[in-house]
């Protein structure tokens, strides 16, 4: 069973950092594209950075020198280290994980999210 659980979430000053952890269980960890998404109540849900089976990223224009996505294959977890945090990084953070293709488009499997509020 394909499980991937968030935590790191949490309540932060404007220009803190925080670093969100993705674990993951019941696949092959280093096999599928792995992203991370954020959604605000009553605003699309946003794809913020995506790593990809060869080790390649790619970010949101708005996170981009900001964030970093990264992954621990042995220990089957994602990471996502924000730094220098603004209000309008408050959000929900996703990690989602796809299993063909490349990192666009659908992705297969969720967790459930982690808040992070950053205020000002």
């Known amino acids: 069973q394909v499980q991937l659980v968030e935590s790191g979430g949490d309540s932060v000053q404007a220009g803190g950092s925080l670093r969100l952890s993705c674990a993951a269980s019941?696949?092959?960890?280093?096999?599928?594209?792995l992203g991370w998404f954020r959604q605000v109540p009553g605003k699309e849900r946003e794809g913020v950075a995506a790593l990809a089976r060869n080790g390649s990223t790619s970010y949101a224009d708005s996170v981009k020198g900001r964030f970093t996505v990264s992954r621990d294959n042995a220990k089957n977890t994602l990471y996502l280290q924000m730094n220098s945090l603004k209000p309008e990084d408050t959000a929900m953070y996703y990690c989602?994980?796809?299993?063909?293709?490349?990192?666009?488009?659908?992705?297969?499997?969720w967790g459930q999210g982690t808040q992070v509020t950053v205020s000002s």
């Open positions: 019941g696949f092959i960890f280093s096999r599928y594209c």
């Open positions: 989602a994980a796809k299993i063909r293709g490349d990192c666009s488009g659908a992705y297969d499997y």
